[in-house]
């Protein structure tokens, strides 16, 4: 089961902007969880959705938001760029019961 | 709080030499454990996951992984290494959903020809 995927794959923004990342759930999959995965460091759980609902959040400020629409799709956005938002933000999807996820390539965001 | 530890960063064998990587983990309850393997570049793909039963769980490419209770840990194996499996190991562990799913910092692979 390998068919989430992300886009964009890569993003340069400047600090002080906003950034709309977008993750399609593999078929049949209701939950989606955002990790932020800094360099050589494993994945930080950012938040998850389940049924278009925010389900469970990390340690993450207010400026980490995020949209499920009913076609499992999934946008994560990020407000006020920090330097240190600098990172490899994957996606990861699920079906409800069966804890078991399933990422996507991710999207690369650097912010200068 | 739940938490995974990996001890070793960097591990390098020879092409057919045998494999372990090491995890550790917090958890308050019964764990459910998975490792994940990150081509570079790459998402994470899954190898294999222990959620109950058999303490020896296989996986794809040739993994295996033993959950051993009394040691908190869920080591990963293969009898044989390839080349092709160079890349970064991440074990997990927690649920799937909500708060309760950690990553370990990972280990990275490195296969000498």
Not at chain 1, 83 to 111: E, H, I, K, M, N
Not at chain 2, 20 to 27: A, D, G, I, P, Q
Not at chain 2, 67 to 91: G, I, M, T
């Amino acid at each position: 089961e390998t068919g989430v995927t992300q886009s964009p794959t890569h993003l340069i923004k400047t600090r002080g902007q906003q950034v709309t990342l977008r993750c399609s759930s593999q078929s049949g999959h209701n939950t989606v969880s955002w990790y932020q995965q800094a360099l050589g460091q494993g994945p930080q759980f950012i938040f998850q959705y389940y049924r278009e609902e925010e389900n469970g959040r990390g340690n993450f400020p207010p400026r980490f938001s995020g949209l499920q629409f009913p076609n499992y799709s999934s946008e994560l956005n990020v407000n006020a760029l920090e330097l240190d938002d600098s990172a490899l933000y994957l996606c990861a999807s699920g079906r409800d019961g069966t804890d078991t996820q399933y990422f996507g390539p991710g999207t690369r965001l650097t912010v200068l | 709080a739940q938490s995974v530890t990996q001890p070793d960063i960097h591990i390098t064998v020879s092409e057919g030499a045998s494999l372990e990587l090491r995890c550790n983990y917090s958890y308050g309850a019964t764990p459910y454990l998975f490792w994940y393997v990150q081509s570079p570049g790459q998402g994470l793909q899954l190898l294999l996951k222990y959620f109950s039963g058999d303490t020896l769980v296989q996986g794809i490419k040739g993994f295996e992984a033993e959950f051993k209770r009394s040691q908190s840990s869920f080591n990963l194996r293969k009898p044989s290494v390839h080349w092709s499996d160079a890349a970064e190991y991440f074990c997990a562990v927690g649920r799937g959903y909500g708060q309760n799913f950690v990553f370990g910092p990972g280990t990275r692979l490195s296969v000498l020809p």
